[in-house]
């Protein structure tokens, strides 16, 4: 058997803050994690460009992506591994957001929940609509999904806020692939459960826009006092306390041991005082976050050292984005003149080999359709719920052929004996030039 190819997992960090004990436990832990599982392909990087449509300030800015970019190496990532990269280190990327944006429906990005949640609160008071909504605000799903389409990402961590932004990214991907041929992978979210669930000081979930954050590098000091000004109730030593609901104990099980966390639960019940069981947390994160506070200053002190690292971090990334540029650009007709026949017309041009292509139609569900390098149609599908589906049904006919499909006529439109017999052929064509590239 050939080895698997490795999984794509991407993900970005906007740079707009200092970062916290949320985005270690959402974002940096499991990305280093999987970092080190070797089926796993990492790009991660470091969403600065993003960055430029929440804040106006350079210096905060660029005091946060140092900060980040430390904070991620401190933590494990092992950046010969990985690809780490500044985002703005690939002009490739803005590029890519103008081919898309020209594929992409401008009422998708109405829908946007960080753009509706703008209007919905201009409209509320009585404003225009977009005052002071940015370009940049409102078309901020098309960079992230030239960042994910880039690289051809099949995973994409990220916290329930943002799978919108993957939706749409796939919707992007599959109207290019059905525009100018199959060049995007469709990209899947992943959540990583915790992300949701790490509160902050007042008992909301962690987050700068709240202000209730915990530094993940602050000094052990001033570690400790914010742990202390955890929200509590108030019940005294020696009653027993709640762990639903309770933030502290929230907090404390994304750190500790399933052993741990059920020590802690104990004590709990036999009720422990709020500064003993405050005690027990600030040692618990000290415990994992000390031995990384020595490299995080090292790297902070050090910027030309990180400089260097993303330097090389992009340059590897671009060994992908600029072969992959120049094939969009040709894709869409951005090429030399002297260069092949001047087809006339995008339908003609992808159809040199055949492919399947996936849509969405109007009725809101998702097809496939095989079509052979004359362009005609050799397999229609049926609608499928979710791109996910019609996906896994094409993977299917690919690697395992016509036979392994259950229940045929729900899946397909009705096949002639022409017909299989020329899926069969189209099915070989596409296996050979799958080897041949
Ligand atoms: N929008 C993401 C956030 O704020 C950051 C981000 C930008 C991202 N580009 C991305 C995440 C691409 C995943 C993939 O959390």
Redo the contacts with the bound molecule.
């Keep these: 058997m050939t080895s698997l190819p490795r999984t794509r997992v991407?993900?970005?960090?906007?740079t707009t803050g200092t970062p916290h004990l949320g985005n270690y436990v959402g974002?940096i832990r499991p990305t280093v994690q999987a970092s080190r599982n070797s089926q796993t392909d990492g790009f991660y990087?470091l969403?600065d460009y993003?960055a430029l449509i929440k804040c106006d300030e350079p210096a905060r800015i660029q005091r946060s992506t140092l900060e980040i970019a430390a904070s991620w190496i401190a933590s494990g990532l092992d950046t010969d591994k990985v690809t780490f990269y500044r985002?703005s280190d690939i002009p490739e990327i803005p590029e890519l957001t103008w081919l898309l944006t020209c594929v992409t429906g401008k009422g998708l990005l109405n829908r946007a929940h960080a753009y509706k949640a703008a209007v919905d609160k201009n409209n509320a008071a009585g404003h225009d609509p977009d005052s002071d909504v940015t370009a940049g605000l409102f078309m901020?799903p098309v960079?992230?999904g030239a960042?994910?389409l880039m690289f051809k990402?099949h995973k994409?961590?990220?916290?329930r806020?943002?799978i919108q932004?993957?939706e749409m990214a796939r919707d992007m991907a599959s109207s290019f692939n059905h525009l100018y041929g199959e060049h995007f992978v469709l990209p899947e979210a992943v959540i990583e459960e915790s992300v949701a669930l790490l509160p902050g000081l007042d008992g909301r979930k962690m987050s700068k826009s709240y202000d209730n954050t915990i530094p993940l590098f602050a000094p052990t000091a001033q570690l400790k006092k914010q742990i202390a000004g955890i929200v509590t109730d108030s019940k005294a030593p020696g009653e027993s306390k709640a762990t639903e609901g309770s933030a502290l104990f929230q907090i404390y099980q994304a750190f500790a041991s399933a052993d741990e966390t059920a020590a802690l639960a104990k004590a709990y019940a036999d009720g422990i005082g709020w500064g003993d069981a405050k005690q027990m947390l600030f040692e618990r994160i000290d415990r994992e976050v000390a031995p990384m506070r020595e490299q995080y200053q090292a790297l902070i002190n050090n910027p030309a050292q990180l400089d260097h690292i993303l330097q090389a971090g992009a340059d590897k990334a671009r060994q992908m984005a600029v072969p992959f540029i120049r094939e969009l650009r040709h894709a869409v007709g951005l090429r030399a003149l002297s260069s092949g026949v001047a087809t006339s017309s995008a339908k003609e041009a992808k159809t040199a080999v055949p492919s399947f292509k996936q849509y969405r139609e109007k009725d809101g569900q998702f097809y496939f359709k095989l079509v052979n390098e004359q362009g005609q149609l050799i397999l229609q599908s049926r609608g499928f719920a979710s791109p996910k589906e019609a996906g896994q049904t094409i993977a299917r006919l690919q690697t395992e052929g016509l036979d392994s499909l259950p229940d045929l006529s729900s899946l397909l439109e009705p096949l002639t004996a022409e017909d299989v017999l020329n899926l069969t052929t189209t099915l070989s064509k596409i296996k050979n030039s799958q080897k041949s590239t």
Excluded: K
């Excluded at 991407?10 to 906007?14: P, V």
């Design positions: 991407l993900t970005g960090i906007t974002a990087f969403a993003h985002q901020y960079l992230m960042d994910i990402a994409v961590p990220v916290g806020d943002q932004h993957i």
